[in-house]
């Protein structure tokens, strides 16, 4: 009748089950008929995620039986990931402090909850299981999540919400929730990741040469991206002087689920923290087309209705500033982010196939895009 044995060492006992399950069905006393766990889907490895899965059974309320059902998720740290072989030794240290797997038990323990703007919520933690000194079991809310194509106006809705919570009063004392003793700030990037793996393979000319960058990546492109990072220095002083907000992390529509309900639900804290204006706006926008699930046609029109949405949250909180002002630092941050990382670095080992032209080309167009707008959003030279 109970089978959790997948779960290992983030399985709770049987009493604590009954418990956050009377809990989850808003009774004061269950008995627990059965329960069993098994994998939950995802095509994606997060660096910091060991394992996701589904635990549902039955239990027997006032003589009644009532399904129930919890999301569990497995977070560790990135140290025990196989793709932290690829991190070069001396900068290892450095590395796990850019990412701490804590971010999320920490961001779940707050009262973050209470504290969203109106339209977006997040899972209620019922159970947190501390494995060992480098990994925790996350029991969560079973969110009924609707598969859906976003369109616009949906994307300029959660754009609008980023933008609240960005300048939220009473989040912002949050913003270090996930990592209170280390700041990730824009330049620990660039010396982090950007420094040690993007940009050396940026200007390497076998990455020019394989038949995948070669039918998709322009020769303009590739001395663009390259005269690029020259600029960063001047690009991290600019972002130093904007206006600092709370930012999720990671908000690509994956982890914003939309529901029957009237609400947004955001998940995965794990990048949570203190960011320039705009950040949020990245992966909302380009998202989809990184993963190949749009087409990179659609960041022109995507842009223009998410910025002003995204403002006008600001405002709502009390933070003014011009549209121009974030759309510079909404494009600056693309760049770091998005635009030297566009080649699609993790499908160079295996041959190209239509598909991962087709990818590679929306990654070229995204990489051009995001040039343009930086250019175009420099201030004139005098």
Not at 81 to 92: A, D, G, I, K
Not at 192 to 216: D, I
Not at 253 to 280: A, K, S
Not at 336 to 354: D, I, K, Q, R, W
Request: contains cysteine; proline residues 6%; negative net charge.
């Amino acid at each position: 009748m109970h089978d959790r044995s997948l779960l290992g060492p983030a399985d709770i006992s049987d009493e604590r089950l009954t418990k956050i399950v009377a809990e989850s069905l808003g009774v004061d006393h269950a008995e627990l008929v059965s329960s069993s766990a098994e994998v939950a889907d995802y095509d994606i490895e997060a660096l910091t995620t060991a394992g996701r899965y589904w635990v549902r059974g039955i239990a027997r309320v006032a003589g009644a039986e009532l399904p129930f059902g919890f999301f569990v998720k497995v977070v560790q740290s990135w140290g025990r990931s196989p793709m932290f072989s690829t991190v070069p030794e001396h900068v290892r240290d450095d590395a796990l402090k850019m990412l701490p797997w804590q971010s999320e038990p920490r961001v779940y323990r707050t009262n973050l909850a209470e504290l969203l703007p109106a339209g977006l919520s997040m899972p209620r933690l019922y159970a947190l299981v501390d494995i060992d000194d480098e990994s925790a079991g996350l029991w969560l809310e079973a969110v009924d999540a609707v598969a859906a194509d976003w369109d616009t106006e949906q994307l300029a809705n959660a754009a609008y919400l980023l933008g609240r919570l960005a300048a939220s009063a009473v989040i912002r004392p949050l913003a270090l929730a996930g990592d209170p003793d280390h700041d990730r700030t824009i330049r620990a990037y660039y010396s982090g990741r950007l420094t040690h793996q993007v940009l050396p393979m940026l200007r390497s000319n076998e990455l020019w040469q394989h038949p995948l960058m070669a039918n998709t990546f322009d020769a303009d492109l590739r001395d663009d991206l390259l005269r690029a990072i020259d600029d960063i220095p001047a690009h991290l002083d600019e972002l130093d002087a904007m206006t600092q907000t709370t930012g999720h992390g990671d908000a690509c529509t994956r982890n914003l689920l939309l529901t029957d309900g009237p609400d947004i639900v955001l998940i995965d804290y794990g990048f949570w923290g203190r960011t320039p204006v705009g950040h949020d706006l990245s992966q909302l926008i380009l998202g989809e087309v990184q993963m190949g699930e749009r087409a990179a046609d659609c960041l022109p029109e995507l842009e223009a209705a998410c910025l002003p949405a995204y403002v006008r949250g600001l405002a709502d909180e009390g933070l003014n500033l011009p549209v121009a002002v974030v759309r510079r630092s909404h494009a600056l941050l693309m760049l770091l982010f998005a635009g030297f990382s566009a080649p699609p670095f993790e499908h160079l080992g295996v041959p190209p196939t239509p598909e991962l032209e087709q990818l590679a080309r929306d990654r070229a167009a995204s990489a051009r895009f995001i040039l343009d707008l930086v250019a175009e959003t420099a201030a004139p030279q005098l």
